[in-house]
């Protein structure tokens, strides 16, 4: 029965989806079919005289102008980078452990809550930690976390600069994003300084926007690019964990020890018609949705004090709920945006029926593989994945490579989307024509997704932060967690 459902389904897509085919098809058989004759007196018939030709003629050619001017300017991503700590910052489950309980001798407690947490978080013992947290107690200092942003910022933007053969004198747009660090001068203006940009390159820095903010720093850089032609965009996504250690004994606030972990990235992006070749992607639509408004989601977030005057960032329980509404309501967005008709138009007839016909239907969820090839979504933790997936009804191999970002590497906040598109190319499953979803959840809260299209195969990189471990993976996450 459910077979023969699926295949009811199947048909009904293949002739909505492809309706506009259909009715031409024979439309064309009859026109072949006519003889020089028909054809003839058919135009004959017309009667056009040369003034209305010539107005029709204006008239085309007036219309496709104002199409043309009107028309978003095409934004690529030519390519980008992802920051691989050295070996030496390595931060296993052991050592995580061993400092716990060095550093909390008289709070057993809190000791076993860590534990527990790190033992189901998903993370391997790969992922890494800046030095300042290696330390017992952890020292984070503002010139640690400088360090820490130095290390990251310019080993990625070294590594896209290379890779892409752009001149620093060719970047007109720079943005920056890192939630919790904001010092003086910025970071944006600490690359500027390294790289010696251009004195009148446009320069932004993002702070405190959560572990969406790459899109947001991508959404910026697409709207500059409309207004700039022939123009380029370096954006970089990091987010400095230096001074994210949290020493108290909140438990909502000790979370962020056991998830979050070094990482950052770099993407260059350019409105160029030249470099529509080279490109490895163009941007589709993004779409951002911001649940500020509401209480609850704009606390589940929170960098507070906690009663002893210990900062930290606090997580709320609700969290997982808001992600879901969250995402439910960017869905809504960018739904008919990318959906083929067929699944349209079924969750239009769902909805009628559950909401005027009173009918007692599930809620249609649509198959949003119809859309996409590839989704990347954001590794905040297992419950952010696993809620995600659940609202979507993905399969394991839809999130795999979420899952296996966040065991490689942990919670790399804003940077994680990029390091799981790399982990795509990496298993050679980049066609040309693909669709990519991005999906972002952060403070505020918020909930970002962005569609890029393949525009080449790419053969597996022979570089990036998976080269050495890509033929590891995936491994199984139950097994690691049933240990």
Known sequence: MSSLKNSVKLGCQYLLNHISTLILIPILINILCLGPDQICEIWSSLQFDLLQILGSFVMIIFIAT????SKPRSVYLVDYACFKPPASYRFPHATFIEHLRLSNKDNPEIVEFQTRIMQRSGLGDETCLAPA????????TLEASRVEAELILFSVIDDLLKKTGTQTKDIDILVVNCSIVSPTPSLSAMVINKFKLRSNIKNFNLSGM??????ISIDLARDLLQVHPNSCALVVSTEITTPNYYSGKDRSMVLINCLFRMGGAAMLLSNKREDRRRSKYQL???????????DEAYQCIQQQEDLQGIKGVSLSKNLMVIAGEALKSNITTIGPLMLPASEQLLFLFTLIGRKILKLKWQPYIPDFKQAFEHLCIHAGGRGVIDETQKKLKLSD???????MTLHRFGNISSSSIWYEMKYIES??????????????????????????KCNFTIMTPTDGPWLDCIDSYPVSISQILDR
């Open 133 to 140: 947290n290696l330390y017992i107690p952890p020292t984070p």
């Open 66 to 69: 104002v199409y043309y001017m």
């Open 427 to 452: 298993k050679g499953r980049m066609k040309k024509g693909d669709r990519v979803w991005q999906i972002a959840f952060g403070s505020g809260f918020k909930c970002n997704s962005a569609v890029w």
């Open 284 to 294: 589709l639509n993004l779409v951002r949705t911001h649940k500020g408004p509401d």
């Open 397 to 403: 191999e839809d999130v795999e490579a979420s899952r």
């Open 210 to 215: 959560g572990c969406s903010a790459s899109l």
